[in-house]
């Protein structure tokens, strides 16, 4: 059974940066594509990055445009781990983020539908 632990979120002044980590067991890492969504409080779950399949030979991550530049995903294999750098903070990037997997795409999708496991969040606040 694969599971997915989010940590690293918090309390942080815009301007500020915090590192998201997402700890995947059952499996490793590099037999999924990775990505992050994250949801505020009564907004649906968006989409915020994504990291592909290590086998997929294009791009290998992708960003929503309201944190390119921004924040960096990557993973480490050997730590079975995906990142979320997030620099520049912005009080609109207050949210719980997710961090989830799929099998189905080598590529990775920005529609959470097409992940297959997801992790509990992690609170991430930033004060104005």
């Known amino acids: 059974q694969v599971q997915l632990v989010e940590s690293g979120g918090g309390l942080v002044q815009a301007g500020g940066s915090l590192r998201l980590s997402c700890a995947v067991s059952?499996?490793?890492?590099?037999?999924?594509?990775m990505g992050w969504f994250r949801q505020a409080p009564g907004k649906e779950r968006e989409f915020v990055s994504r990291?592909?399949?290590?086998?997929?030979?294009?791009?290998?991550?992708y960003y929503a445009d309201s944190v390119k530049g921004r924040f960096t995903i990557s993973r480490d294999n050997a730590k079975n781990t995906v990142y979320l750098q997030m620099n520049s903070l912005k009080p609109e990037d207050t949210a719980v983020y997710y961090c989830?997997?799929?099998?189905?795409?080598?590529?990775?999708?920005?529609?959470?539908?097409?992940?297959?496991?997801w992790g509990q969040g992690t609170q991430v606040t930033v004060s104005s």
């Open positions: 990291i592909s399949h290590i086998e997929w030979s294009g791009s290998t991550s």
């Open positions: 059952g499996r490793t890492v590099s037999s999924y594509a």
């Open positions: 989830a997997a799929t099998g189905r795409s080598w590529r990775g999708s920005t529609e959470a539908g097409e992940y297959d496991y």
